[in-house]
């Protein structure tokens, strides 16, 4: 079988949720035993989102094989269980570098080198790259932006383009669009689902499946008119009616008939799709027996998106423990010892999350001190566990001042430095240690009961690291560090053995976290804030 190609673009307004809809299609695909993986355009110039704020792009997600993405590669290794790289997120600024390099070396001969044919052709190369590799049966292309943006033009023409260069049967478009309700006419409306359309058919690709995002269920007779009006079959009209949660699009697509109508198209027989593992997580998720409330504590609150992967790591977490995770977020910068009482006092966690830069530093370590000293399960992630370790150095250690050199290049006691193969860099994009590293768990730790395993590979994304200089003091106090890098040493992660639940880690576990394989620290830590309540 040829591999195929479906396409998705969005239309009428950004954040529809193009990334959901493409995972979910790509689940119902893989669970009907076809080999499938998704890739993602991001129309904008930056190379990748790893120089971008939280208040640009959200998270930004890291692959295994180091690679700075776009969070909608978390949704499809969540939804599929398998790992995305390199090559599935591709941008403007990466497709623009390849031509102008190619450009410098002399490589187009004299020619006027171009958006159509030279920027599109380098696009349509890496949209076919993961295609050729033979691994997969159908590539779904996601096209960030949305029909009509100036910068995405150059993808949708690429698509244009590739539906005339393979076969016709090998290709499929989808349109994802909003069906908005207007609550003074009481109406749904598809005007502007049809503009949507006809500007897509303007640049010369005519969709295939138009799916429409709408808070209200569509009639039938309204299905057919927008079928009629934008050239599609009725049945390939999809409502994709709001979801309380993300895992039941699925489902949801699969009423629809979405993967039916793709497979039509491609003219594939496959049997029904396996969902029962998927079904039996919804159930849990949706039954909890119990309920623990987490303190998430961070900078970016107000941002749904800024902390994803955690977020979607504590759903899995809570559907292992069959118990329901209410994660509060806690502005890292209006925490004092004055009110960590308060705002700490009634929950049964406390998660201190990643970040860079200064602000809402001193809040996470007053959060890091408030769980050593009650005993409340306390969990880490990267800087949250390099905070722990400062708050540790002063506060038992009595070293004031201690700081990260990232904040405090002179604090008398940097415990958290800079890694030395950082030093020498100058430029920011893509230097930091990105990707998975190995890290050595010791026997006789929480880390170890938690994993089961003494090797484990987790991804990482961070130019400091705990300082060995510290160790041996560290250690004796009471603070053991339990997994280290088996090849440099680099501390991985920390722990306190007499309380009852508190660690710390260099890397990001909530980004291997998945429907299949709920990320096993996230699961423990659940599982330890369920006792902490029931002891309570
Ligand atoms: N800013 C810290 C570092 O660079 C932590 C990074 C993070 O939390 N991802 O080491």
Redesign the pocket.
Same mark, same amino acid.
């Given at each position: 079988m040829s591999t195929k190609y479906v396409f998705v673009s969005g239309g009428v307004a950004s954040s529809l949720g193009k990334g959901i809809i493409a995972a979910s299609l790509a689940k119902l695909l893989q669970a009907r035993g076809l080999r499938v993986t998704i890739q993602k355009f991001d129309p904008y110039l930056n190379i990748d989102p790893g120089t971008l704020n939280p208040y640009e792009h959200g998270e930004c997600y890291v692959t295994e094989d180091g690679a700075e993405t776009d969070l909608d590669l978390g949704h499809y290794e969540r939804f599929l269980n398998i790992y995305t790289s390199k090559a599935n997120n591709v941008t403007t600024g990466k497709i623009y570098r390849t031509v102008i390099d190619k450009e410098r070396e002399g490589a187009y001969l004299g020619k006027t080198v171009q958006i159509i044919p030279h920027i599109t052709d380098e696009i349509k190369r890496r949209m076919m790259l993961l295609g050729k590799s033979g691994q997969y049966d159908i590539i779904i292309t996601e096209i960030g932006g949305t029909v009509g943006d100036i910068e995405s033009l150059p993808f949708i023409e690429a698509e244009r383009q590739l539906q005339w260069e393979l076969p016709a049967e090998d290709c499929l478009s989808i349109h994802l669009t909003l069906i908005p309700y207007l609550g003074a006419a009481k109406e749904l409306k598809t005007k502007p689902t049809q503009h949507s359309v006809r500007m897509l058919q303007q640049y010369g690709v005519h969709p295939d499946i138009i799916v429409c995002r709408t808070e209200h269920h569509i009639p039938a007779d309204m299905k057919r008119k927008i079928a009629l009006f934008c050239n599609v079959r009725p049945n390939a009209v999809i409502e994709s009616y709001d979801a309380p949660t993300i895992y039941e699009v699925p489902l949801n697509m699969q009423k629809e008939g979405l993967d039916s109508i793709v497979l039509d198209h491609f003219g594939i027989q496959a049997p029904p799709p396996d969902l029962d593992n998927w079904k039996e997580f919804l159930k849990r998720i949706k039954n909890p027996k119990k309920e623990v409330h987490i303190a998430l504590v961070g900078k970016y609150v107000e941002l749904q998106d800024a902390y994803k992967s955690i977020q979607e790591a504590f759903i899995h977490a809570g559907a292992a423990n069959e118990c329901h995770v209410r994660v509060t977020s806690i502005h890292s910068e209006h925490i004092s010892e004055a009110n960590a009482e308060e705002l700490f006092g009634d929950k049964d966690g406390i998660l201190i999350a990643?970040?860079?830069g200064e602000r809402g530093l001193e809040g996470k370590i007053v959060a890091a001190h408030y769980a050593r000293t009650h005993n409340v399960p306390m969990f880490g992630?990267?800087?949250g566990m390099?905070m722990a370790v400062i708050e540790f150095a002063r506060n038992v250690l009595g070293m004031k001042g201690a700081a990260s050199t990232?904040v405090n290049p002179n604090t008398p006691y940097p415990v958290i430095d800079l890694m030395e193969d950082q030093k020498s860099l100058t430029i920011k994009g893509g230097t930091?240690r990105l990707g998975a590293y190995a890290c050595k768990l010791k026997k006789d730790s929480l880390a170890y009961r938690i994993y089961g395993q003494e090797i484990i590979h987790e991804r990482h $994304? @961070? $130019?400091?690291e705990f300082n060995n200089k510290f160790l041996s003091e560290m250690e004796a106090a009471g603070m053991k560090t339990t997994g280290r890098n088996p090849d440099t040493g680099l501390v991985e992660i920390v722990e306190i053995p007499e309380h009852p639940f508190y660690i710390g880690v260099q890397f @990001?576990p909530e980004l291997k976290s998945t429907v299949v394989r709920p990320q096993p620290i996230f699961v423990a830590f659940v599982r330890a804030a369920m006792d902490f309540k029931a002891a309570r």
């Open positions: 990643p970040g860079f992630i990267c800087l390099q990232e930091m $994304r @961070h $130019r400091y @990001h």
